[in-house]
């Protein structure tokens, strides 16, 4: 059974740093494509970022410049650096994996204090 667990959100003045982490369970050779997505409570879940099987990545123009989303060589954990983070960017950050089907992690929140 695939599960997605992910860890790293927190309270962080503006300005400053924080690294996701989002471990999945499972056969990874299934896997097309990782992602991150945030979600404000009313709106709409949005794409951060994603990294494709073959590692090709995509980003928000919201982020670019500022997040980089890698993973590990076993391809099983994905990870999300932001920097120069600012309130807007408050939100609970959710991982997504795409292949065989797709799944959802249960979501970690993200606070960035002016």
């Known amino acids: 059974q695939v599960q997605l667990v992910e860890s790293g959100g927190g309270l962080v003045q503006a300005g400053g740093s924080l690294r996701l982490s989002c471990e999945t369970s499972?056969?990874?050779?299934?896997?097309?494509?990782m992602g991150w997505y945030r979600q404000i409570p009313g709106k709409q879940r949005e794409m951060v970022a994603s990294?494709?099987?073959?590692?090709?990545?995509n980003y928000a123009d919201s982020v670019k410049g500022r997040f980089t989303i890698s993973r590990n060589n076993a391809q099983n954990t994905v990870y999300l650096q932001m920097n120069s983070l600012e309130p807007e960017d408050t939100a609970v950050y959710y991982c997504?994996?795409?292949?065989?089907?797709?799944?959802w992690g249960q979501g970690t929140q993200v606070t960035v204090s002016s």
């Open positions: 990294i494709y099987k073959s590692g090709t990545v």
């Open positions: 997504k994996r795409v292949g065989p089907y797709v799944y």
């Open positions: 499972g056969s990874t050779s299934s896997i097309s494509a």
